[in-house]
């Protein structure tokens, strides 16, 4: 199994607020769904519930959450971190897409982390994705975009490596 986290984030390492993502960035999306297309992505409820159309199509949706009588149409329920990787084959590919709580228990099991860089600061956030540690991660890629008609802010796809 490959584990992946993959999220966009601040120059704070902001992620979210009051549930919803911080920045509308049409290449990031499209970046995001063509990574995880085919694949597993694992999630929080709160992320979950944050989808406007319910499960994303297309994909393996595995949503953690501690409520025994929860049921997600198109998404499997995990109670735990453990239970829902354990459910996965050793050949799948799974993604770590949020939010917060999700990531901070994810990243010391994680082999890479694909990164959107944003290079602006959001007014408010209430959400963050950890500190990466670069005794124990190494950027693989950088990727640098300017801010052009369809994106307000200047953005880097990052590929780092766990150690
Ligand atoms: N920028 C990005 O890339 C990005 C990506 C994803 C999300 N976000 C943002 O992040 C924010 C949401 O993050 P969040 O930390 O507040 O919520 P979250 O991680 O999406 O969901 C938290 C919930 O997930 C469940 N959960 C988490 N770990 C669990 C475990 N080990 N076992 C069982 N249940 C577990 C619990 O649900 P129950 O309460 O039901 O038990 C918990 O309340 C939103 O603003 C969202 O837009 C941003």
């Known amino acids: 199994m490959t584990l992946t986290l993959i999220a966009a984030i601040d120059r704070c390492n902001a992620i979210g607020y009051e549930g919803k993502l911080l920045f509308w960035l049409p290449d990031d999306l499209k970046r995001f769904k063509a990574l995880t297309t085919g694949h597993t992505i694992v999630m929080g409820r709160r992320t979950f519930e944050s989808f406007p159309n319910g499960a994303l199509p297309n994909r393996r949706n595995v949503v953690l959450t501690s409520r025994a009588d929860a049921h997600y149409a198109g ?5 735990s971190l453990d239970a829902a990787l354990a459910s996965c084959d050793s ?3 799974v993604y770590i897409i949020g939010g917060e709580s999700v990531y901070e228990q994810a990243m010391e099991l994680a082999d890479y982390i694909e990164l959107t860089e944003i290079d602006a600061e959001a007014p408010e956030a209430d959400a963050w994705f950890p ?3 670069l005794m124990e991660w190494s950027e693989e890629s950088r990727e640098d975009h300017p801010a ?5 802010y ?3 796809f990052v590929t780092y490596t766990h150690w």
């Open 131 to 133: 500190i990466i540690d």
């Open 148 to 152: 052009d008609d369809r994106h307000p």
């Open 75 to 79: 998404a499997e329920c995990y109670s």
């Open 91 to 93: 050949d799948e590919q």
């Open 154 to 156: 200047a953005y880097s």
